[in-house]
């Protein structure tokens, strides 16, 4: 997490999936399609997804 408390997400290609992380040490699922992935990690950012931590 940043030091002014907000997330920044990014996505991390591994094989045939991509997977969204933030820097909070939140990680999403594992998704074939980068657009599901990315949308995974800006819903985490603005706290829509379930395990947001802070």
Same mark, same amino acid.
């Given at each position: 997490? @940043?030091?002014? #408390?907000? &997330?920044? *997400? *990014? *996505? /991390?290609? *591994? #094989? @045939?999936?991509? /997977?969204?992380?933030c +820097?909070?040490g939140?990680? $999403?699922?594992?998704? @074939?399609?980068? +657009?599901?992935a990315?949308?995974? #990690?800006?819903? &985490?950012?603005r $706290?829509?997804l379930p #395990?947001n931590? $802070?």
């Open positions: 997490m @940043r030091q002014d #408390g907000s &997330h920044e *997400t *990014t *996505t /991390v290609e *591994t #094989g @045939r999936f991509c /997977v969204a992380r +820097s909070c939140w990680r $999403g699922p594992a998704r @074939r399609a980068r +657009s599901k990315r949308s995974d #990690g800006e819903e &985490h950012a $706290g829509l #395990g931590a $802070g």
